[in-house]
């Protein structure tokens, strides 16, 4: 009997991907593998009695909390932001392709299968991790070159219900970081995003009149409190996913440039990845040294960009997680955060790491006697200078 471990998410892609593995590809045994990494739990339910009814063995795994603890802490403290996309997914997928891996060494599958398409990022992200394996990979989507509309159609011809329709094509991902939002006609780049394709944020301009502020605290890089209330990654996330889209905090409308070269336009929402990110980069700000800051600014671009391109096997993405929890090591404190009409902004902040000296910066301090700086100025800017004799001279 041959078998194939599909990563399953209960869309239209990898619904319609269990027939067709029968199907087009002839595989006697489907087994079906949702991983759980903070998906809502309606959806993990229909996922799950989806792959049971469709295919011949369903598996859902609870990852949540290694999802948090091992990919978005890492995240937080390397400040993850790909063009203004917090790389919720990017990063989730090498975790779902691991999880798959398991299952198929487990089954003794002779493939693994997803449902990306051919023209994405997740084709990258998944069999990077894949072909780790000495397993076939199956690409149902990008080997018969499909479309979501041919999707849709072959779904309802052969009866089984998928969320997808034509008067809302949407391909909707959801986790504990993220949730994504494309297709139809949001690939128009002049088409304005229907309010209706929004679920964690409400309309900026119909949130609260009254401003809410929130204090987060940070130990070595690592959110670990809300309001001095110890939390556990996970609910820390999903409150403050809770808390930032009651003031339409995190919505993201982005052309964004996908590894292939394509230009792609990607609507997001993260409220929680929002706040997070904006306060421990600056809480960085008041405890790292001006190099360590602009030096960590060049290293979190690459690391981001590994990230997006599904390179987290990389050698260079261990050495510069090395790098990153090093700087860290001080990342330890408070920052509050003014969360009001979709923008979240940090108003206050604390370490007891700062280098930050309110002696000696005060306007009203005598702890520096000014005229010291007179002679710091006599060289700064000296090369330019004297540049410009030399060339005054010559002309």
């Given at each position: 009997m041959v078998k194939v471990v599909l990563s399953y998410s209960g869309g239209l892609d990898t619904t319609v991907c269990i027939p067709l593995l029968r199907e087009k590809y002839g595989f006697d045994e489907i087994i079906s593998v949702t991983v759980d990494v903070g998906q809502p739990q309606e959806d993990l339910k229909i996922a799950e009695e989806r792959g049971k009814k469709l295919s011949d063995k369903h598996y859902t795994i609870n990852a949540k909390k290694e999802f948090v603890y091992d990919y978005l802490f890492p995240l937080i403290k390397a400040n993850g932001d790909y063009e203004g996309y917090l790389l919720g997914h990017a990063i989730a997928r090498p975790l779902?392709?691991?999880?798959?891996?398991?299952?198929?060494?487990?089954?003794?599958?002779?493939?693994?299968?997803?449902?990306?398409?051919?023209?994405?990022?997740?084709?990258?992200?998944?069999?990077?991790?894949?072909?780790?394996?000495?397993?076939?990979?199956?690409?149902?989507?990008?080997?018969l070159n499909l479309t979501r509309e041919w999707?849709?159609?072959?779904?309802?011809?052969?009866?089984?219900?998928?969320?997808?329709?034509?008067?809302?094509?949407?391909?909707i991902d959801e986790n504990l970081w993220s949730r994504s939002i494309e297709g139809g006609d949001l690939e128009n780049p002049l088409t304005i995003p229907p309010e209706d394709i929004y679920e964690w944020t409400v309309n900026p301009a119909e949130s609260s009149e009254h401003p809410e502020f929130i204090t987060i605290g940070f130990d070595?890089?690592?959110?670990?409190t809300?309001?001095?209330?110890?939390?556990?990654?996970v609910s820390l996330i999903k409150t403050l996913n809770e808390i930032g889209g009651k003031h339409g905090v995190g919505r993201t409308d982005i052309i964004e440039d996908r590894v292939l070269g394509l230009k792609a336009r990607e609507n997001y929402e993260h409220p929680a990845a929002t706040i997070l990110i904006k306060a421990h980069r600056d809480l960085e700000q008041l405890v790292l040294s001006r190099k360590e800051l602009k030096f960590k600014s060049l290293v979190e671009q690459e690391?981001?960009?590994l990230v997006y391109e599904g390179l987290v096997n990389e050698p260079l993405f261990a050495?510069?997680?090395?790098?990153?929890d090093e700087t860290q090591q001080r990342v330890t404190g408070t920052v509050t955060v003014r969360l009001y009409k979709g923008n979240a902004s940090v108003v206050?902040?604390?370490?007891?790491?700062?280098?930050?000296?309110?002696?000696?910066v005060s306007f009203d301090s005598v702890s520096i006697d000014q005229k010291d700086a007179e002679g710091f100025i006599k060289f700064h800017g000296l090369q330019g200078r004297l540049m410009k004799r030399i060339f005054s001279k010559k002309s």
């Open positions: 779902i392709a691991r999880k798959v891996i398991e299952v198929a060494l487990k089954e003794n599958a002779e493939a693994v299968a997803h449902g990306c398409t051919g023209k994405g990022n997740d084709q990258l992200r998944f069999e990077n991790i894949f072909r780790e394996y000495d397993l076939r990979i199956i690409a149902p989507m990008r080997d999707e849709i159609e072959y779904a309802m011809e052969h009866g089984i219900d998928v969320p997808a329709t034509k008067e809302k094509p949407w391909s070595k890089g690592i959110p670990v809300l309001n001095d209330e110890s939390m556990d990654g690391w981001a960009e050495d510069l997680n090395a790098f990153i206050a902040r604390d370490s007891p790491f700062k280098l930050y000296s309110q002696e000696l």
